[in-house]
Nanobody, 118 residues
Framework: QVHLVESGGGLVQAGGSLKLSCAASGIAGTIYAMGWFRRGPGKSHELVASLTSDGTTYYADSVTGRFTISGDFAQTTVYLQMNNLEPEDTAVYYC????????????WGQGTQVTVSS
């Protein structure tokens, strides 16, 4: 059974930074990609960043230049460095393994709450 555990969220002022961590356990086989999603109030999950096993990254337009994804697939960990945070970044952030079409593989973990005050 796969467990996804996100941590590192918190309350910060606009312009501040946070680094999120994700530890995944129980994943069998080779990971193709991992991603960070967020779900804002009243919204659906949104893919904000992904990292493939060959080092290719993707960022949503809204976070490009501010967020950086990194990870160690051998350790099934992935990180999201978030700089220059904006109130619009307020959401619960989740990680997941991704299919080749960016579909999350597993059920969501608890997520980690990020709140950015103006």
């Amino acid at each position: 059974q796969v467990h996804l555990v996100e941590s590192g969220g918190g309350l910060v002022q606009a312009g501040g930074s946070l680094k999120l961590s994700c530890a995944a356990s129980g994943i069998a086989g080779t990971i193709y990609a991992m991603g960070w999603f967020r779900r804002g109030p009243g919204k659906s999950h949104e893919l904000v960043a992904s990292l493939t096993s060959d080092g290719t990254t993707y960022y949503a337009d809204s976070v490009t230049g501010r967020f950086t994804i990194s990870g160690d697939f051998a350790q099934t960990t992935v990180y999201l460095q978030m700089n220059n945070l904006e109130p619009e970044d307020t959401a619960v952030y989740y990680c997941n393994e991704l299919t080749r079409t960016n579909i999350p593989w597993y059920n969501w973990g608890q997520g980690t709450q990020v709140t950015v005050s103006s």
